[in-house]
């Protein structure tokens, strides 16, 4: 019996997601991605015209499952929004220890070996990036009494980000989750230095 339309393209930006995540993006074939999915290159061309194509499915679907992948599992549990930040980047870290070093977050290693994408890719790739920015901006409007007045928290977030990105970056090169946890120490330290007395 033949696979169902819908789940043979979801078997092939799943493949290709994983693959790109293992490899890279310009490391990985068609070939591979035809053999990890188990199609035939027929099944790819009919859903997507050429491998760029597969690449902007997966970062839609990275940015559609950022609730339901990412979030959700992070913060099961936890009620406190600044406490839900460090939920999320305590995810980071188990992946990172989990993989031994090698995890990489999917969406910041496309952004740094896509030097001059097209722009579809990029935008979808901002996408992602701004997804997990209002969550995370979410929390300290959750936390605003608890910060300096006038604080710019869109710009919080964004530290944020660039605290999980870096630190996930030093934590892949030199194979040591202690470079992440380092990073997320201080921003802790940093927030706890803002906290406004109630």
């Not at 789940?7 to 799943?14: A, I, P, Q």
């Not at 890279?24 to 050429?50: E, K, M």
């Not at 679907?61 to 549990?77: D, F, K, V």
Request: glycine share 8%; aromatic share 10%.
């Amino acid at each position: 019996m033949n696979a169902a339309p819908s789940d043979t393209r979801s078997r092939l930006v799943e493949a290709a997601m994983q693959l790109f995540w293992e490899k890279g993006y310009g490391s990985t074939s068609v070939a591979d991605i035809l053999a990890r999915a188990g199609v035939n290159s027929g099944s790819l061309y009919h859903f997507f015209p050429g491998k760029q194509d597969l690449l902007v499915a997966v970062l839609e679907a990275y940015r559609e499952g950022i609730g339901p992948m990412l979030l959700e599992p992070a913060w099961a549990g936890v009620e406190d929004p600044i406490e839900k930040i460090f939920a999320l980047l305590a995810r980071y870290r188990a992946l990172i220890v989990e993989t031994d070093g090698f995890y990489g977050c999917p969406i910041g290693s496309l952004a740094l070996e896509l030097h001059e994408p097209d722009p579809i890719v990029r935008e979808r790739i901002a996408e992602n990036f701004d997804g997990w920015t209002a969550a995370v901006e979410a929390c300290l409007d959750a936390a605003a009494d608890r910060l300096p007045a006038g604080a710019d928290r869109r710009a919080l977030a964004e530290f944020v980000l660039t605290v999980m990105e870096g630190g996930v970056m030093q934590a892949r090169t030199y194979r040591d989750v202690a470079y992440f946890d380092r990073a997320v120490g201080q921003l802790r330290l940093f927030l706890d230095s803002q906290r406004r007395e109630g």
